[in-house]
C-alpha cells in the first residue's frame, strides 16, 4: 500500500512562515507530480503548487511570490514552504501524488494550517 504523509501543519501569525512536509511511505511507486492543495468549510478543495517530474511548477495566483514547492526526487517526498501567510491562507492542506504508473493519484490525511493573531 502507498501512503502519502504530511506534516508542518499548526498556528502562525499573520505575517509568518510554515513549512509542510509531504513523504510517500510504504510500496515503492514512481511518481509524476505532487502537490498541495487546501480547502475550507464549504468550499471546493483547491490546488495551491504543483510539481511535475521535470520540476516544472504551478501556482495559484493567490499564493505566487510567497509559497514555493520543492521536491526530493530520490526520496518522493515535498515541502510547501509558506512566507507572509495571510488568514486567508487558513485551511486544512493536503498533500497529492500522481503514479506515473497508470495515473492514480493518492492523498494525505491533511494537515491543518491557522492564520491568526
Known amino acids: 500500500q502507498v501512503q502519502v504523509v504530511e506534516s508542518g501543519g499548526g498556528l502562525v501569525q499573520p505575517g509568518g512562515s510554515l513549512r509542510l512536509s509531504c513523504a510517500v511511505h510504504?510500496?515503492?511507486?514512481?511518481?509524476?507530480?505532487m502537490g498541495w492543495y487546501r480547502q475550507t468549510p464549504g468550499k471546493e478543495r483547491e490546488l495551491v503548487a504543483r510539481?511535475?517530474?521535470?520540476?516544472?511548477?504551478y501556482y495559484a495566483d493567490s499564493v505566487k511570490g510567497r509559497f514555493s514547492i520543492t521536491r526530493d526526487f530520490d526520496n518522493n517526498a515535498a515541502l510547501l514552504q509558506m512566507n507572509s501567510l495571510k488568514p486567508e491562507d487558513t485551511a486544512v492542506y493536503y498533500c497529492?501524488?500522481?503514479?506515473?504508473?497508470?495515473?492514480?493519484?493518492?492523498w494525505g490525511g491533511g494537515t491543518p494550517v491557522t492564520v491568526s493573531s
Open positions: 497529492a501524488v500522481q503514479a506515473i504508473v497508470g495515473g492514480r493519484d493518492y
Open positions: 510504504g510500496t515503492m511507486i514512481r511518481v509524476r507530480t
Open positions: 510539481m511535475s517530474s521535470s520540476a516544472t511548477t
